[in-house]
């Protein structure tokens, strides 16, 4: 043994005991470990134990499930080829059902369903609590499709190749074991692959590395590589682009969270595209290929604003010959939400004040040329598929009062009809909704929802629920929710949806406002929601709570650290909340682009500012935080709740804790899963907030 590795071992055990000596809850970070779920356990059953026997519990958790398990419920609808597809769960398929109609029978009252894959029945075979993650099929006639399944709900997946029209997976066809990559058809016998092929082929963020093509009936290890990023990347990945009767076999190479290189593979051989990397590629129809811009562009002296969208020659682009033509261009108030096409036209998804109106597009004499659809006002339209063999579109429209619509559109004659409408869950003339906007800190002023009955009273003090996410430009828009209408407005609550910045309901420039060193601002404006809220009288801090996920979960943990004062009950799901370790822990690597490394000592400086973990104090009247995470989370590691806890229990604060076994980032899988976790939520907020 040379004295470089004893040197080298010395070093890691002095570094791993030091790190230990910091946190001394890193055994929490073994996710199966014998410890660490006996700490689970334990929390768990505490938590139940005292949750359940609420007096809400019982109500909200059967009527939950009713709702989940309910027939009534819309089967969203996946045109592919001559075919309705739709995955169904309920209380007779718990894991859930991969099913098929007609077009023609999907449009009847009670359509024919032809059931392809029994998850319930696969994962009883196999002996796996297999989760259904989604399929890609094979173009055009669509017999053959990639499968993805979870083993517990995780995002790394196992791949099979599965046949229709045998209801079967296909004897020695496509396989790939489980991995966090994806697979797709290039033709019937080529797949384009990314997953784990082994050393070097898997990034620091846990994402595939490396591009192949797989030919049937050979090793995939012997599949031809086309590409292979850098190893800091977040991911690369190949996938196809159509335009009509051409396919484009598109290379994005992830080098960050929100910038990518991206390639087009022809004659092959790897053509880079003449693209700023903060780009987003939409569609590409008729050779315009619809581009989406994070960043002011300018080009051949023409400056395409942020926010915009544009469309490029395509075949010319790959020349390196750059010439845009102008889609839209956005205000101040205004975001793009949704681009994509059917065989002829452009969709777009316009975001306006958090209110959605649809746009239909044609590219006519060199322009494109807009119409405007027909659709409900005041609300969130979500384009749920769209037909690549005519200009059939569904469309859903949903506001918080009113129960999701199923539209039937086309773009060629511009017609809506409506297909189905939602029953409703609760009685939504009792309640009324408003949008208001808070000054925050630095005056820049921050919409959100409320809805509450018509009757309130404004004595400052209703149970009120904020929610906030704030980050990776996601908006959070109007919705409508049977299970929250039950749980929380039928018993007297008033529920709240803001728009903080680092989503992106104001465009790319709301969301980049709250990026690195200029995180503090999203918490920021989720305060001076809360502060206005009293204001108002709508609330007080007594009667305040808080809820979110994920980075959410992050604002929860920042929200009770910073502002103790403000807040009596906090639900933190799936969070993260160590800022020192988050890059470290499974896919955390892939978010130093939203938050900043904290092993560059100036920008941890920055993070520990509000790094919920690192800022808990002694002697602080917190509020007794509910955690909750799934044991199966493969994207935001459980020792972030874990640890969390378990700190919280230490210095002596009273906290509850929920850990699923399985269910993944979602927290749960079957619908039983998913009540018990609305259950134990809400009866605690109503625990903590009622008078």
Known sequence: MTKLFLSILLMT??????????????????????????????????????????????????????????????????????????????????????????????????????????????????????????????????NRFIINLSNGGGDAVEIREFDVKTKSFIKDGFYIPEAKGDASYLDENTLI?????????????????????????????????????????????????????????????????????????????????????????????????????????????????????????????????????????????????????????????????????LTIYAFENGQWIKEKVNAPDFGTISIITTDEFSDDYYFNFQNFL??????????????????????????????????????????????????????????????????????????????????????????GGVYVLSNIRGGGEYGPKWHQAGLKENRQVVYNDFHSIAEDLIAKKITCSKNLGIMGGSNGGLLMGVAFTQRPDLYSAVVCQVPLLDMKRFNKLLAGASWMGEYGDPDIAEEWEYIKRYSPYHNLKAGVKYPEVFFTTSTRDDRVHPAHARKMAAKMIEMGYPIYYNESTEGGHAGSITNEQKAKSVALEYSYLWMKLKN
Do not use: C
Request: proline content about 3%; overall charge neutral; aromatic content about 12%.
């Open 193 to 357: 692959v990314s997953t784990d092929f082994g050393e070097g082929s898997m990034t620091t963020s846990g994402y595939a590395n490396q591009v192949k093509l797989w030919k049937r009936g050979t090793i995939l290890k012997d599949a031809q590589l086309i590409h292979t990023g850098n190893l800091t990347d977040v991911a690369s990945s190949g996938y196809s682009m159509r335009d009509n009767d051409k396919n484009y076999l598109i290379i994005n190479q992830g080098t960050t969270f929100y910038t990518n290189i991206s390639y087009v593979w022809q004659d092959n051989k790897l053509i880079k595209l003449n693209l700023p990397e903060d780009i987003s590629m939409s569609t590409i129809l008729n050779n315009q290929i619809v581009l989406h811009l994070k960043s002011d562009w300018i080009v051949n002296g023409t400056t395409y604003k942020q926010g915009s969208i544009v469309s490029a020659n395509f075949t010319s682009l790959i020349r390196e010959i750059r010439e845009l033509t102008l889609i839209f261009t956005p205000d101040e108030y205004t975001s793009i939400n949704e681009v994509t096409s059917t065989k002829n036209k452009l969709l777009v998804n316009i975001l306006t004040n958090v209110k959605s109106e």
């Open 13 to 142: 055990a002095i570094t791993q005991k030091s790190i230990a000596q910091e946190d001394p809850y890193l055994w929490l970070e073994e996710v199966d470990g014998k410890k660490a779920m006996e700490f689970v356990n334990e929390q768990n059953k505490k938590t139940f134990d005292k949750i359940s026997q609420q007096k809400e519990y019982s109500g909200i958790y059967s009527k939950t499930l009713e709702i989940l398990n309910s027939t009534d419920r819309i089967a969203f609808p996946s045109i592919i080829g001559n075919h309705i597809y739709n995955f169904w769960q309920d209380k007779d398929h718990v894991r859930g059902i991969w099913r098929r109609t007609t077009k023609e029978s999907y449009l009847s009252k009670n359509p024919v369903w032809e059931t392809l894959l029994d998850i319930d029945a696969l994962a009883l075979k196999d002996g796996v609590k297999w989760v259904y993650k989604g399929a890609n099929g094979l173009f055009p006639d669509y």
């Open 402 to 491: 009113t129960p999701s619509s199923l539209y039937l559109a086309n773009t060629k004659d511009n017609s809506v009809k409506t297909i189905k409408t939602l029953p409703t869950f609760f009685d939504g003339s009792k309640y009324k909704v408003e949008q208001f906007k808070a000054k925050s800190t630095d005056g820049t002023m921050v919409p959100y929802f409320v809805i509450s009955s018509k009757a309130m009273v404004y004595n400052g003090q209703n149970p009120t629920l904020l929610y906030g996410y704030g980050g990776f430009e996601v908006s959070l828009e109007p919705y409508y929710s049977g299970v929250m209408g039950n749980a929380w407005l039928e018993n």
